[in-house]
């Protein structure tokens, strides 16, 4: 498997085990590396970080 289709794999496994956006596991995955342990960790950091915003500001308004 090439870097870039193992890259492409990872980045949709984190996304759908995670939540995390498809950019941010990008980023993830060019500042980290392809550390699959490394990537789940800050990717969950990400996602109770967002969950935490979402929390504070409450649902948005419905129309």
């Keep these: 498997m090439s870097d870039e289709n193992q890259t492409t ?3 949709q496994r ?3 085990q995670t939540g995390i956006t ?3 596991a990008h980023e993830l995955a060019l500042l ?4 699959w342990n490394s ?3 800050e ?3 990400l ?3 967002a969950r935490a915003k979402v929390s504070q ?3 948005l308004a419905e129309d």
């Design 9 to 11: 794999s990872l980045v």
């Design 14 to 16: 984190l996304v759908e």
């Design 22 to 24: 498809e950019a941010q």
């Design 32 to 35: 980290i590396g392809l550390n």
């Design 39 to 41: 990537l789940m960790r």
């Design 43 to 45: 990717a969950k950091l």
């Design 47 to 49: 996602a109770a970080g």
């Design 57 to 59: 500001i409450g649902p």
